[in-house]
């Protein structure tokens, strides 16, 4: 067996949690490093998170206090710097499988205990999201916490999510509240908190995913994959227009 060293981010590992996942799809994108030709994404998220972050230390540096909604995670007494990319990873002995990861904010616990909390900036719909994104973040949040813990950031006593949901319903803005909202040259839009606290199980979590990850990755050719794959067919729309050229 090729016993290579394989990096994937706690991100990506989510995908292998998908039930009914097409094993030929999570084969092809371990050896893309999950960089796909048809991927699609949405500029407008991209400030937003870090700008999320900023808002969060900026609050908590001026009033020594996180914003309310953090309340329901518990009491914290400081936001921890998050390590870089570069450093926050740990590599698993049994599958030589490196983790990698970055989570959004790392908080330190009146207990001592660690929080690790990731922000999702979304609608929020609790009847499609836990059968999708949620599990997704089940793994990637329950990955923070091995990692967390192996550089020496422990105990990770809790993981959770806060989804920050645009709020765009202005049908009953009074005017002084309109007059808050736009000015000459720009206009502000608020989001609403849903906080989720996720259960902690990374060893039950992240393990056999890891092995999952391992025994695809030995595999020489890709294996079948699902019927009615929609990124399989993604795939066979490009190579037939490509083999067409």
């Known amino acids: 067996m090729n016993e290579d060293q394989i990096c994937i981010s706690a991100k990506n590992l989510g995908s292998f949690a998908i039930p009914n996942c097409c094993n030929r799809c999570l084969w092809l994108k371990l050896r893309l490093q999950f960089s796909l030709p048809y991927q699609i994404f949405h500029g407008i998220s991209s400030p937003i998170d870090p700008y999320t972050k900023k808002i969060i230390w900026k609050h908590f540096e001026k009033f020594g206090r996180l914003p309310d909604w953090f309340s329901e995670f518990g009491e914290f007494n400081a936001v921890v710097p998050v390590p870089h990319y570069s450093k926050f990873f740990m590599v698993d002995e ?12 790392i908080l330190q616990r009146k207990d001592n205990g660690y929080s690790i909390i ?20 089940k793994v990637q949040l329950n990955g923070y916490a091995m990692i967390a813990e192996s550089i020496g950031l422990k105990p990770v006593k809790q993981i959770g ?17 309109l007059n808050k909202l736009v000015s000459h040259d720009n206009f502000l839009m608020g989001f609403g908190s849903n906080c ?32 009615n794959c929609e990124d399989c067919g993604k795939l066979y729309g490009l190579i037939t227009l490509l083999s067409n050229q």
């Open 118 to 137: 990731d922000y999702e900036s979304a609608r929020f719909n609790l009847v499609k999201d836990s059968f999708s994104l949620l599990l997704i973040y």
């Open 94 to 105: 049994e599958t030589n499988i490196k983790l990698t990861g970055m989570p959004d904010e």
């Open 196 to 227: 989720f606290e996720i259960e902690l199980k990374p060893d039950e979590v992240v393990r056999p995913l890891l092995k999952k990850v391992r025994e695809l990755w030995e595999l020489y050719e890709a294996p079948k994959g699902i019927d």
């Open 161 to 177: 999510l806060i989804y920050y949901e645009p709020q765009t319903d202005v049908i009953e803005t009074t005017t002084d509240e």
